[in-house]
């Protein structure tokens, strides 16, 4: 049981396939995020999304092992980050749109959304891979998640 662990921060991992195929990642954020931070990578990204009341769709551009530029609005995990960067995506399916109390904090040249934060909770999502070395600025942003 995760609250046995008495976390302070909880990162839903990247995986195959759609969040209904995520496991326990659902559960885990209806569970903590009210209580915990919470960082959702490409699939923890999408179960974010998708709880949240976003529908899961193929993306624009299928990238895997690619980069691509990623804007953002310079807060919270995107501090001292510049933008754009360059970010590795590994990704066929994306959010239709920024769920009901988030916004938008990253996105692509044709503005699909890359990054989201909830407007009063510290929970965020990413579509990008932070933790690849094909994102340069990746444990920068790491590291503004775990000094949230």
Not at 18 to 40: H, M, Y
Not at 113 to 138: N, R
């Amino acid at each position: 049981d995760i609250s046995k662990l008495n976390p302070d921060k909880i990162i839903i991992s990247p995986g195959p396939g759609t969040p209904k195929d995520a496991g326990v990642s659902n559960l885990v954020i209806q569970t903590f995020w009210e209580t915990i931070p919470i960082l959702g990578v490409c699939l923890g990204h999408q179960c974010i999304g998708q709880i949240f009341g976003s529908k899961i769709i193929p993306s624009k551009q299928i990238l895997h092992g690619k980069t691509s530029l990623i804007h953002h609005d310079q807060s919270g995990l995107f501090k001292n980050i510049p933008s754009p960067f360059q970010g590795a995506r590994y990704h066929s399916l994306s959010l239709n749109t920024t769920p009901q109390n988030f916004q938008k904090s990253a996105w692509t040249n044709d503005g699909e959304i890359m990054a989201m934060k909830h407007k009063e909770k510290p929970v965020f999502g990413v579509q990008f891979h932070p933790e690849s070395f094909l994102t340069p600025v990746g444990n920068k942003i790491l590291e503004n998640f775990l000094n949230e």
